[in-house]
């Protein structure tokens, strides 16, 4: 930060046994795509267990900026639907934040409407790549454009779609995509829903499904089966109405209370009403490969057939393991998390495949070597991964969160296990997913509080 009073986690270590049962922010991925849907309905919905982050408040504020009706509380949303072509043009930029997943998908919706729009953000934002679905995008008839930038090829933020003139349509779609990407998936999906004919796209693995199941869930014609999935509109009449649903707890947000729990010697930890998508689960097979002990309590199917349950993790010593290809796509966002459990494990831990990270609100392999390697750690950065040798004495470090949550939520879980104090510098960015994570460690009884610093 430059000027003002920024915010940090001031960690005392080592933590002794942490206890208790916690709930976590609700999903941002699903809360996204659940005020999208809601937008695009016929008639009133209600959206419970919304995350308080500034990511869904992002995606709210911009379908206002469209005309849409959204009643916003701390946890819930009530929003009156205009129908799937009843969004209007906005007077300005539309402002996406901190949140590639609301400029991405609701690129793909922008894509069919007769009205021009603009998507910006913020620094971080404008540093993420788009040519992944603006080509595609561009394929079956959308006029869209981005800027170059630092990779030679590559479009960057903001994003400019012009409208379709009258008599266009966007086409029918094939897609074979590079890359397992739920956020490509889903922006191709959603622009399908204007389409005059199918989209189809197959991933090399099967990606996040949360689009998938809430279409499906609204009565759209869609169909999966493995990593192909199928949309087709011809003679749907392109609407479906109102609902209520509940968005279960954030499996990525949980992901560093499993952390904290498995590190800490002596822990009990419960997280309550937490996503159990399987498409979504891989931090926990990676954490009964490493033979933690996982206890599951379902709880039945929450927003559009989401599963859902509680979560419990007490503590016992953990071994090495790797993480790459099928389950590494199912746990893309929770290997910082990862890498702090792997730090305390005993043996080599090794996370291949990950080259999407090095795309993400940071490099988040560099950033995760860079942290690991402040505590201590014996950590070598792959190209498309990490080794983590496990089991050293950690001592207590001051690092930055290079603006990015995971960064940041995964130095202070390190802190809880490191002899001394830690701190976390730079932590605004943790109220993008996870508002009071300090505060939710603090009651399971770890020595952590956030505060002003200069």
């Known amino acids: 930060m430059t000027g003002g009073v920024g915010r940090r986690f001031r960690v005392q270590g080592p933590a002794k046994g942490l206890r208790g049962s916690v709930k976590v922010p609700g999903d941002k991925s699903i809360g996204h795509r659940a005020l999208m849907f809601a937008s695009l309905a016929e008639g009133r919905s209600t959206i419970q267990g919304l995350s308080a982050g500034l990511d869904n408040r992002s995606t709210a504020e911009l379908f206002r900026e469209l005309g849409v009706t959204i009643e916003l509380g701390d946890e819930h949303a009530i929003v009156d639907g205009v129908g799937l072509f009843g969004l209007s043009m906005p007077k300005g930029a539309l402002d996406c934040g901190n949140s590639g997943t ?10 069919g409407q007769r009205f021009g729009t603009r998507l910006i953000g913020d620094e971080s934002l404008t540093k993420r790549p788009m040519r992944r679905i603006v080509e595609p995008l561009r394929a079956r008839g959308a006029h869209i454009a981005g800027r170059s930038g630092d990779k030679e090829g590559e479009i960057y933020p903001p994003l400019a779609v012009a409208p379709l003139i009258e008599g266009e ?39 996040r499904d949360h689009t998938e199941r809430m279409l499906g869930a609204l009565g759209v014609p869609i169909q999966a089966v493995g990593p192909m999935v199928v949309l087709d509109p011809v003679g749907w009449d392109r609407r479906w ?106 043996g080599r831990s090794d996370v291949r495949d990950a080259h999407e990270l090095r795309v993400k609100e940071s490099d988040r392999v560099a950033t995760s070597a860079e942290v690991l390697e402040a505590f201590g750690v014996d950590c070598t950065e792959l190209q498309d991964g990490l080794h983590v040798h496990g089991g050293a004495r950690l001592e207590g470090a001051r690092v930055a969160s290079r603006g990015d949550h995971r960064i940041a939520m995964m130095a202070a879980v390190l802190g809880l296990v490191a002899h001394g104090e830690t701190i976390v510098d730079d932590v605004e960015c943790v109220a993008t997913s996870f508002p009071g994570f300090a505060d939710t460690l603090a009651s399971l009884g770890a020595d952590i509080v956030e505060e002003d610093s200069p």
């Not at 979560?311 to 016992?316: A, E, G, K, N, P």
Request: aromatic content about 6%.
């Open 169 to 207: 349509q966007l086409t029918a779609l094939e897609y074979a995509s590079p890359i397992a990407s739920a956020q490509v998936k889903s922006s191709l999906l959603l622009s399908g829903l204007y389409a005059a004919g199918a989209t189809a796209i197959r991933e090399p693995v099967v990606s």
């Open 102 to 111: 609301t400029m991405r998908l609701v690129a793909g919706l922008l894509a």
């Open 241 to 346: 109405s109102g609902f209520e649903w509940t968005v279960p707890g954030d499996i990525s947000g949980a992901a560093f209370m499993f952390a904290a729990a498995t590190m800490v010697p002596g822990s009990d930890v419960t997280v309550e009403g937490v996503g159990l998508n399987p498409t979504r689960t891989g931090i926990l097979d990676a954490l009964r490969g490493m033979r933690a002990d996982l206890r599951f309590m379902p709880k039945g199917d929450a927003a559009g057939g989401e599963p859902s349950g509680d979560v419990q993790v007490v503590h016992r010593p953990l071994a090495a393991t790797m993480t790459a290809g099928e389950m590494l796509t199912r746990m893309i966002d929770e290997v910082p998390a990862f890498c702090a459990i792997a730090a305390t494990a005993k």
